[in-house]
């Protein structure tokens, strides 16, 4: 035993005391105090040989899917193959809301609060509010996440918030009625839908000055996506311009030029939109026939329509483009569609009332 042979107990076995040794000389007791320092020296020898213990840190909540519910003032947070959904209380009117790319805090925009909410992803949890201009309606963090923007529709400007010291660093004037906003994957600019002022507004990153708005006038955008390359940017349009007259649609921007390079008729007013991670494809919400629409990005043309729930707002890809979330406004429920086969089944999860963005942790 590696106790009995620790310096510590040595001196108890070096000599034993024979008949003859006086009592005097005789240790005192030498099994009783064996007995009192073995359990003592164990511990000892335990605690030194034992490894120091380190608490497992949280794992970050990839594949959760956020979904701001406009009525309830909640957002439901689902996480992969759950059948229910977690809610956290926010501001009034949740509309835009975006997850920070480390996927730790999730950014919502609270329309009738003036503020903007922050999730931690780990605790589910409000930890900050933040309040920002009138009517906040869209959310975009940049590609480094360190500055979150917020279209405020009835301030006419877009807040910025440092997402370290969720201080508004920044509120920049950008045109009539701000609602969606893409900023780019290279992380140069951010592109505003003005749905009073019908065209675009542009901010280059980070200096946060604005450029000139395309030249061309369209109908009243309201959802925004940038390619993966940075190089187009789609809008979705009560009426786009096409030969045969103004019709309810998408349209793609060329960012170099500012040019219009092709208008895609929908079937229905479009609300939000959002590209593959390849560029190739483009799933487009069209709230009025309770459809998805997917869109060649190479001809601009439609090639499916997939129905979903009633009234879709909100769409968002994983991390693969396997499948397109749909949030649907009029039943509370969230549509996955298969990219892969344009075939959709709804999660067996309820959202809160009036379900309209929606964000994926990737």
């Given at each position: 035993m590696?106790?009995?042979?620790?310096?510590?107990?040595?001196?108890?076995?070096?000599?034993?005391?024979?008949?003859?040794?006086?009592?005097?000389?005789?240790?005192?007791?030498?099994?009783?105090?064996?007995?009192?320092?073995?359990?003592?020296?164990?511990?000892?020898?335990?605690?030194?040989?034992?490894?120091?213990?380190?608490?497992?840190?949280?794992?970050?909540?990839?594949?959760?899917i956020?979904?701001?519910?406009?009525?309830?003032?909640t957002?439901?947070?689902?996480?992969?193959?759950?059948?229910?959904?977690?809610?956290?209380?926010?501001?009034?009117?949740?509309?835009?809301?975006?997850?920070?790319?480390?996927?730790?805090?999730?950014?919502?925009?609270?329309?009738?609060?003036?503020t903007?909410?922050?999730?931690?992803?780990?605790?589910?949890t409000v930890?900050?509010?933040?309040?920002?201009?009138?009517h906040?309606?869209?959310?975009?963090?940049?590609?480094?996440?360190?500055?979150?923007?917020?279209?405020?529709?009835g301030?006419?400007?877009?807040?910025?918030?440092?997402?370290?010291?969720?201080?508004?660093?920044a509120?920049?004037?950008?045109?009539?009625?701000?609602?969606?906003i893409?900023?780019?994957?290279d992380?140069?600019?951010?592109?505003?839908?003005?749905?009073?002022h019908?065209t675009?507004?542009?901010?280059n990153?980070?200096?946060?000055?604005?450029?000139?708005s395309?030249?061309?006038v369209?109908?009243?955008?309201?959802?925004?996506?940038?390619?993966?390359d940075?190089?187009?940017?789609?809008v979705?349009?009560?009426?786009?311009?096409i030969?045969?007259?103004?019709?309810?649609?998408?349209?793609?921007?060329?960012?170099?030029?500012?040019?219009?390079t092709?208008?895609?008729?929908?079937?229905?007013?479009?609300?939000?939109?959002a590209?593959?991670?390849?560029?190739?494809?483009?799933?487009?919400?069209?709230?009025?026939?309770?459809?998805?629409?997917?869109?060649?990005?190479?001809?601009?043309?439609?090639?499916?329509?997939v129905?979903?729930?009633?009234?879709?707002?909100?769409?968002?890809?994983?991390?693969?483009?396997?499948?397109?979330?749909?949030?649907?406004?009029?039943?509370?429920?969230?549509?996955?569609?298969?990219?892969?086969?344009?075939?959709?089944?709804?999660?067996?999860?309820?959202?809160?009332?009036?379900?309209?963005?929606?964000?994926?942790?990737?």
């Open positions: 590696p106790a009995l042979t620790s310096p510590l107990l040595r001196p108890l076995h070096r000599r034993r005391p024979g008949p003859d040794t006086p009592a005097a000389a005789r240790p005192a007791a030498p099994r009783r105090m064996r007995r009192l320092l073995m359990p003592a020296l164990a511990l000892t020898l335990l605690g030194a040989a034992a490894p120091a213990s380190h608490a497992t840190a949280p794992q970050p909540p990839s594949g959760r956020y979904v701001s519910n406009y009525t309830d003032n957002v439901s947070v689902i996480s992969p193959g759950s059948t229910t959904a977690t809610a956290v209380s926010v501001g009034l009117g949740p509309q835009g809301i975006a997850v920070t790319p480390d996927t730790k805090r999730v950014f919502v925009a609270n329309y009738h609060s003036d903007v909410s922050v999730i931690d992803t780990y605790s589910s930890t900050a509010t933040v309040r920002v201009g009138h906040p309606w869209g959310v975009a963090v940049t590609p480094d996440g360190t500055r979150a923007y917020i279209t405020n529709s301030a006419h400007n877009v807040s910025v918030i440092d997402t370290a010291s969720l201080a508004v660093t509120t920049i004037p950008i045109g009539p009625g701000p609602l969606g893409a900023i780019s994957p992380g140069k600019r951010a592109y505003v839908a003005l749905g009073s019908v675009m507004g542009i901010i990153l980070p200096s946060n000055t604005t450029a000139p395309p030249s061309y369209w109908g009243p955008p309201t959802g925004i996506a940038v390619s993966p940075s190089k187009r940017a789609y979705t349009t009560w009426a786009t311009h030969p045969a007259g103004p019709a309810a649609g998408v349209q793609t921007m060329d960012t170099a030029t500012g040019l219009r092709a208008s895609t008729v929908t079937d229905g007013v479009p609300v939000e939109i590209v593959s991670p390849s560029g190739h494809r483009l799933y487009v919400t069209t709230q009025t026939t309770n459809k998805l629409t997917v869109i060649d990005t190479a001809t601009s043309t439609v090639i499916a329509t129905p979903v729930g009633k009234a879709p707002v909100g769409v968002a890809l994983n991390s693969d483009g396997s499948l397109a979330y749909v949030t649907n406004s009029g039943d509370s429920t969230v549509t996955a569609v298969s990219t892969a086969t344009n075939t959709a089944a709804p999660l067996p999860v309820k959202t809160g009332a009036t379900p309209t963005r929606i964000t994926i942790a990737k």
